[in-house]
């Protein structure tokens, strides 16, 4: 049948109804959920995907925790069920199916109705009246009517079929007076640190691959562009569940030719031989596997390639998503492979696989791409620098943060001397803060009966701290709460008594605020 026979069949259906549907499986999203069914709500949670968790069960099993007294509420009760998994009271580092385990039971236990496979139509997907959303319509013909819904997405889909307002990319220095934000200097990490041509020949008129053309722009100045996205890969080096990695369908060895140039100054540079932790951040996890992250100038961050990611269709996402596939396994296929690749980092990289016994649904590989960014709600408050550094007390506090302003580089451009450099990056400290309820609430005249705890209202540089998994929890539990007081009282979101919420929070564990020392 037809997509447009599914939604003439569906019009004559009745739409499905609820207290609350949750938009999007991430952590975020499952928590948000758990808690208004725990308050006695009736809840959907609807996940376009088939999998729950993002991207804690997405290969992020090393936790970017910060100060780990600042988790508290159901955020924390994950990480200990986790524990308990191992028979340790919590642990904040676990293998990708523990944790999808563990979230699979908090919804059940709490009587979610988990629907896999329902992404929201991107045309007339969302009705509102008077402000308020009345209905959402998914692509394969199914409706759901809620008194609040919640958008947990990593891209902010809901709330932006809905018309709220949003931004992407970094703000210019001047936006909100952040010494931070925009084109970034250079950075001491994740950066070229020696002279690397970014041609393929003498002459310089042949690009590398995998440097974007144009030039860096000025200090301060704001973009479109987000940061890069990557898949945190769930490698081991266990010969009875290891999965060699595998050559990718259209795989070029040309398109890593800059990493060849890299590796060849890199081992004079470190005055020693290149090891696989020099090209890969390996996280060691249960049961002799790993978390891979980003590591160095050339690694996992697919630089450049998410771009056009958050705006985009979703038959243009998927094309994004694949090509993050690509590059990454290309990655692997290379390092293990190309003879280019100094004999002993070869062979290190041979000697480690796919983990046989992880994402079986996805082919052993991630089933979640790392959308460290994508829109950001532009509510009444935003969340800025000076909320994380100089302003860190709040008197609607649901929850607190305490890592780094971290955002991963945005792009890689060539200086004047055509030598290659990487831009974007930022790891500075942050002291804990408090983060308001504000952040998760749109604008009065936008709609009144949504909340997103995912893509919160912030600039770019406080993004680059909200970002956290266990931060989305934390937030994800605050939605819960306030979706119950907003249907107990009939009232809409940026109604709900912050007082109130707020010990309902405490009540439930949460950590609003750290004693003064």
Not at 95 to 112: D, F, I, N, S, T
Not at 350 to 359: I, M, Q, R, T
Not at 383 to 401: N, V
Request: hydrophobic fraction near 40%.
């Amino acid at each position: 049948m037809t997509l447009a026979g599914l939604f003439a069949i569906a019009a004559l259906l009745p739409a499905a109804q609820f207290d609350v549907v949750v938009y999007g499986g991430t952590a975020g999203g499952v928590i948000a959920a758990v808690t208004a069914a725990r308050e006695g709500l009736s809840v959907a949670l609807l996940e376009p995907g088939r999998q729950i968790g993002g991207m804690t069960s997405g290969g992020l099993g090393r936790t970017d925790h910060g100060r780990k007294e600042t988790i508290g509420g159901h955020s924390l009760e994950f990480y200990r069920r986790v524990g308990a998994k191992y028979g340790e009271p919590v642990t904040w580092y676990f293998e990708p199916h523990a944790a999808e385990l563990v979230l699979g039971e908090m919804v059940a236990e709490a009587k979610v109705k988990v629907l896999f496979e329902h992404r929201l139509r991107q045309d007339g997907g969302i009705k509102k009246r008077k402000g308020r959303i009345t209905e959402i319509s998914c692509e394969n013909g199914t409706a759901f009517t809620a008194k609040i819904f919640i958008d947990a997405t990593y891209e902010g889909d809901l709330l932006a079929f809905a018309k709220v307002p949003y931004t992407v990319g970094r703000e210019a220095t001047s936006k909100y007076g952040e010494a931070l934000a925009g084109v970034r200097p250079k950075d001491k990490k994740h950066q070229f640190d020696f002279p690397v041509s970014g041609y393929a020949n003498e002459a310089k008129t042949i690009l590398l691959d995998e440097i974007q053309p144009g030039q860096r722009g000025e200090i301060g100045a704001g973009d479109k562009n987000v940061q890069a996205y990557n898949f945190r890969l769930c490698l081991t080096r266990n010969p009875n569940n290891r999965i060699a990695f595998p050559k990718p369908k259209g795989y070029v060895a040309s398109r890593y030719w800059l990493l060849t140039k890299y590796l060849e100054g890199l081992a004079a540079h470190l005055k020693r031989p290149v090891t696989m932790r020099d090209i890969l951040g390996v996280a060691e996890l249960p049961n002799g596997k790993t978390d891979v992250n980003n590591r160095g100038a050339f690694s996992t961050d697919y630089i450049g390639g998410s771009h056009a990611y958050p705006e985009a269709d979703y038959q243009t996402r998927a094309l994004i998503w694949q090509q993050h596939i690509d590059y990454t396994a290309g990655l692997l296929y290379y390092l293990a492979n190309d003879p280019d690749v100094p004999e002993a980092l070869r062979q290190e990289a041979g000697g480690w696989g796919l983990a046989a016994d992880e994402f079986a649904a996805t082919n052993n590989w991630p089933h979640q791409l790392y959308v460290r960014e994508a829109r950001r709600m532009t509510g009444d408050f935003v969340m800025t620098q000076r909320d994380l550094q100089d302003e860190r007390t709040k008197g609607d506090s649901i929850g607190m943060g305490s890592y780094n302003s971290d955002s991963h580089n945005v792009q890689r451009y060539l200086e004047k001397d055509g030598t290659v450099q990487n831009e974007g990056n930022m790891e500075v400290p942050v002291k804990p803060y408090q983060i308001p309820y504000r952040v998760l609430v749109p604008p009065r005249k936008a709609v009144t009966n949504l909340l997103v705890p995912v893509c919160v209202s912030s600039s770019h540089v406080a993004y680059s701290t909200l970002r956290m998994e266990p931060v989305y929890m934390i937030m994800g539990h605050a939605a819960g709460v306030a979706a119950k007081l907003a249907v107990e009282k009939d009232a809409a979101v940026q109604d709900v008594p912050a007082a109130e919420m707020r010990k309902r929070l405490q009540a439930q564990g949460a950590v609003l605020e750290l004693p003064v020392k």
